[in-house]
T-cell receptor, first 112, second 109 residues
Framework: DTAVSQTPKYLVTQMGNDKSIKCEQN?????MYWYKQDSKKFLKIMFS???????INETVPNRFSPKSPDKAHLNLHINSLELGDSAVYFC???????????FGPGTRLTVL | GQSLEQPSEVTAVEGAIVQINCTYQ??????LSWYQQHDGGAPTFLSY????GLEETGRFSSFLSRSDSYGYLLLQELQMKDSASYFC??????????FGRGTSLIVHP
């Protein structure tokens, strides 16, 4: 009965490859997010969807493309991976904005 | 834009009380939240203040003063398991959530 799940947990890949990270929540929340956490633990919002509609897109390179097939799923596809994309990516969901966001376990992406 | 300031590191001993401060600058403000993150783990929600005052949840309390753009997280009866990073976060204009850079709390025996 995991609340927010992400796959894969670890992703190691070569520069230039394309990869996807999947996220699913079973909490019935309307809003889902993608965050990037760098090696200094800075947690930065990338995207937010509300009921399958993109509502936040925070100056992220267009190599990153989120997709929300339904309000329980928010996937992240990354094209032409670069070294600087190495980070932990967290998916989160919430019923009401910043109040009580539930985070997935994270996906540690390493680009070689 | 939005920015938050919080101390990078705080140390304390078991059983003590510690306060982690957070000041913010936002265009628009909808609330201040606190999250805890252990090494290798995901952030977990601790508390939320939408209005001025103190919110208490067990050993943790959080305070907000909107006129001072300031809040704090108070942790009482510290335990070793409280060693973690603590993030304040605000939701400002356009409902964009912004997190502070985190405070590393180290609890000594």
């Amino acid at each position: 009965d995991t609340a927010v799940s992400q796959t894969p947990k670890y992703l190691v890949t070569q520069m230039g490859n394309d990869k996807s990270i999947k996220c699913e929540q079973n909490l019935g929340h309307d809003t889902m997010y993608w965050y990037k956490q760098d090696s200094k633990k800075f947690l930065k919002i990338m995207f937010s969807y509300n009921n399958k509609e993109l509502i936040i897109n925070e100056t992220v390179p267009n190599r990153f493309s989120p997709k929300s097939p339904d309000k329980a799923h928010l996937n992240l596809h990354i094209n032409s991976l670069e070294l600087g994309d190495s980070a932990v990516y967290f998916c989160a969901s919430s019923p009401q904005g910043i109040n009580e966001q539930f985070f997935g376990p994270g996906t540690r992406l390493t680009v070689l | 834009g939005q920015s938050l300031e919080q101390p990078s590191e705080v140390t304390a001993v078991e059983g003590a009380i510690v306060q982690i401060n957070c000041t913010y600058q936002t265009s628009g403000f909808y609330g201040l939240s606190w999250y805890q993150q252990h090494d290798g783990g995901a952030p977990t929600f601790l508390s939320y203040n939408g209005l001025d005052g103190l919110e208490e949840t067990g050993r943790f309390s959080s305070f907000l003063s909107r006129s001072d753009s300031y809040g704090y997280l108070l942790l009482q009866e510290l335990q070793m398991k409280d060693s973690a990073s603590y993030f304040c976060a605000v939701e400002g204009g356009s409902y964009i959530p912004t997190f502070g850079r985190g405070t590393s709390l180290i609890v000594h025996p």
